[in-house]
């Protein structure tokens, strides 16, 4: 038998690529729906635990309340207004709506159904790739741009592996960048006795709406807001945390690592990106379960980058040209 699968399955009426490491008795399940990770199944003290604060079941996949591990393409969090320029030109993003409606978050494909193009085992991994041309000109107000996109999951002894491709296959440069919203339980206390570190020397300053300040007022050194200097492992007490930490630090390896222990159940676990911002959220404005789970989103870059020139090289990609964003958790037992 090998030490890996790579299965299909289903959950209610969505098809679910299903990824196993019997040796250390790991699970993935990952819906088509959004390329969604609903499972992450991991040995614990009490038996199997299941890190992912994901969606009950098949019917809160369909309306996906807090945005649950939700892959965030052509952006990131939000956009002001729902409104951008680029290249000169102004985009709405809602047209029609006006005030307190107007809202622009975490990309379109949340509700797309991804294509299965590859669903494999050997004896060093599983993996899966989902993949959607489902971004382009005419399908989305205020974006008339062409983005393929692919995500594969990468299951091996390290842990998950998440690579999101994104390819311009339209006829001019286009606004794009990758997000990742997935929410942690590693146990049943609350997440103030946790303990977190960041490797990161700043902090983004953001207005009520969380849309960062303008210019170099949004970036602030670690050493000037001390409330949220996370560079030492402490517990997150009862700070409520929506904040994105920017000028990562990383290892030898090439990673800048954030990590998350819950002394109680032993777990914990690393959230490890090559680039971008750490956005860490306590939980505390969600639909259910506040404060029960913390969401670790490795972002390419800023909320708002559309609007933003100090973001404009991240996230600007040339017709035909592709772009990769690799992330992934590591888990430890403590």
């Known amino acids: 038998m090998s030490d890996y699968l790579a299965e299909r399955d289903h959950w209610g009426t969505h098809e679910l690529a299903v990824l196993g490491d019997q040796a250390r008795g790991r699970r993935l399940r990952i819906a ?40 965030m393409v052509p952006f990131a969090n939000r956009i002001a207004d729902a409104r951008y320029s680029f290249d000169g030109e102004a985009h709405d993003l809602q047209p029609g709506v006006e005030g307190a409606q ?21 004896a060093q991994a599983a993996r899966v790739t989902f993949a959607t041309q489902a971004i382009r000109p005419g399908l989305h107000p205020g974006y008339p741009f ?9 299951l091996d002894a390290a842990g998950l592996t998440l690579q999101a491709s994104m390819r311009n ?4 440069a286009a606004p794009c960048f990758f ?30 709406d969380y849309i960062p300040l303008p210019g170099d007022a ?11 200097d996370f560079r030492q492992a402490q517990a997150i007490g009862t700070r409520e945390l929506n904040h994105a930490f920017a000028d990562l630090r990383y290892d030898a390896d090439g990673r800048a690592r954030t990590r998350l222990r819950d002394p109680s159940s032993g ?39 559309f609007n933003r020139p100090d973001c404009a090289a991240s996230i600007r990609l040339e017709p035909g040209a592709e772009r990769r964003f690799l992330c992934g958790v590591e888990i430890a037992s403590a």
């Not at 062409?146 to 990468?154: G, H, M, Q």
């Not at 296959?169 to 001019?172: C, E, H, K, N, Y």
């Not at 690393?270 to 490795?298: K, Y």
Request: proline content about 5%.
């Open 218 to 228: 949004a970036r602030v050194a670690l050493e000037h807001a001390p409330e949220l």
């Open 267 to 305: 777990l914990a676990i690393a959230m490890w990106q090559t680039t971008g911002v750490m956005l860490a959220f306590t939980a505390d404005t969600v639909t259910r379960d506040i404060r029960r789970s913390v969401a670790l989103e490795p972002m390419e870059s800023w909320s708002d980058a």
């Open 32 to 71: 088509r729906r959004g390329a969604t990770l609903v499972n992450f199944e991991v040995p614990s003290r009490a038996g199997t635990h299941d890190l992912a604060d994901g969606y009950r079941d098949a019917g809160e996949l369909d309306t996906r309340p807090s945005s649950r591990f939700a892959i």
């Open 146 to 154: 062409a983005i393929d996109l692919a995500v594969t999951y990468t």
């Open 179 to 208: 997000g990742w919203h997935p929410y942690f339980r590693l146990g049943d206390s609350p997440v103030d006795s946790w303990i977190l570190q960041v490797p990161a020397a700043a902090v983004v300053r953001t207005d009520s």
């Open 102 to 122: 107007r809202a622009a978050r975490h990309g379109f494909v949340r509700g797309v159904d991804f294509d299965i193009t590859e669903l494999s085992a050997d």
């Open 169 to 172: 296959v339209g006829d001019r």
